[in-house]
């Protein structure tokens, strides 16, 4: 089979780009490993930034379908420090500019804004080489392949596009998160969902730090972070969940009660999320007929950006194939050149609020919110 433009990867960056090229009537194909829109859980919340996220649904033309699944009042956001001591309280009142919605709702705006069949579901990609002349073949489980103009790697973290143009492997960053959940908060778990209130939650510490959002459904979403090396998480048992929820919480000893319920009264199995990254300011040589997005590019620990960042790469790359009829390579140039700075921009200031955390994680944080000079 032969395709004009090949994207590998369905995740929120791979789908705004195949719609930003269906409004301008470029025909895009879209290969994704899982085997159907319900596979798996598409995660929490997100909060989607007026300047980067929204930017690329208006390059989507679907702000109007953006609105209605916003969830309403989940802009709030309060600080604690570990003895639950409030240090900032701020409710929603509707200027923030993040407006959260849940991810699977996001992506399902995003697949049903497109034609039918433009995602080709249970294609796991298990190679890629390059044919010259710009195009190249990508291969799949099963023995299926496909021959394309333009390959897109939206395919995340693991991609298997990326080794076309880089050598680039992302790295453990020294820190982990553990999730959890609480269900039905409000009447099960009544001092956990006062503690979060109507939004997020951060508590912030020198090597540990929790993070709650209140999703929706009456539900919170819990990340218990540690800076710890990738073998100490691994000498943690968490098929047993009692115990590896036991030994996490003991991570928090001397924290407010309310805090450590947070992770001890979880309704569900603990779940381990090892954080990698790229280089910071990874970027390549252009490479004729291929380009990344998304974390497939720039992998980052957790920031508050990398959807945003995936979203806003996709419109950019989506809009400059547009404005360039018939020269795929002009195209991923200026695409390029505007996503290096920007991946760049992001890695540094991420590596700054990282330092300033090991100084004095709650002034830095206070700090970024504009509360302190």
């Avoid at 020294?174 to 269900?183: A, I």
């Avoid at 040589?285 to 945003?308: F, K, S, Y």
């Amino acid at each position: 089979m032969t395709t004009d433009v090949t994207i590998i990867g369905a995740g929120l960056g791979g789908l705004t780009l195949a719609r930003v090229l269906h409004l301008h009537g470029i025909p895009a194909a879209v290969y994704e490993a899982e085997t159907s829109p319900e596979a798996r859980s598409q995660g929490g919340m997100l909060d989607i930034h007026d300047y980067n996220g929204q930017l690329a649904l208006q390059a989507a033309g679907l702000m109007d379908e953006f609105r209605e699944i916003v969830l309403e009042g989940r802009e709030a956001l309060r600080f604690l420090d570990p003895r639950g001591n409030v240090l900032f309280d701020k409710a929603d009142d509707g200027t923030g500019g993040r407006p959260e919605v849940q991810r699977g709702e996001l992506r399902r705006m995003l697949l049903d804004s497109l034609p039918a069949g433009t995602v080709r579901w249970g294609h796991k990609v298990t190679g890629a080489r390059a044919l010259g002349d710009g195009r190249h073949e990508v291969t799949f489980a099963g023995g299926g392949r496909v021959t394309t103009g333009l390959l897109v790697g939206a395919d995340g973290a693991w991609s298997r596009v990326r080794p076309l143009v880089s050598g680039a492997v992302p790295e453990y960053v020294g820190r982990s998160v553990v999730e959890t959940y609480l269900f039905d908060a409000d009447t099960r778990h009544p001092v956990a969902a006062k503690t979060v209130g109507g939004g997020s939650l951060i508590v912030p510490s020198k090597d540990r730090e929790l993070f709650a959002h209140r999703e929706k459904g009456d539900t919170l979403h819990v990340y218990a972070g540690l800076h710890r090396p990738r073998d100490w998480f691994d000498a943690i048992d968490f098929t047993d969940a009692a115990a590896a929820t036991a030994r996490i919480a003991r991570e928090f000893e001397g924290w407010a009660p309310e805090l450590v319920a947070l992770i001890t009264d979880t309704d569900v199995a603990p779940v381990l999320r090892p954080l990698y990254a790229l280089p910071a300011a990874h970027r390549w040589e252009r490479v004729p007929g291929v380009t990344l997005l998304g974390d497939a590019a720039h992998l980052a620990a957790p920031n508050g950006e990398g959807a945003n960042l995936a979203m806003l790469d996709a419109a950019e790359l989506g809009e400059a194939l547009a404005a360039h009829p018939g020269d795929v390579e002009a195209a991923l140039a200026v695409y390029e050149r505007a996503l290096f700075p920007r991946s760049a921009e992001v890695a540094a200031a991420e590596e700054t609020a990282a330092d300033g955390d090991d100084r004095d994680p709650i002034r830095a944080l206070l700090a970024a919110f504009g509360e302190q000079e």
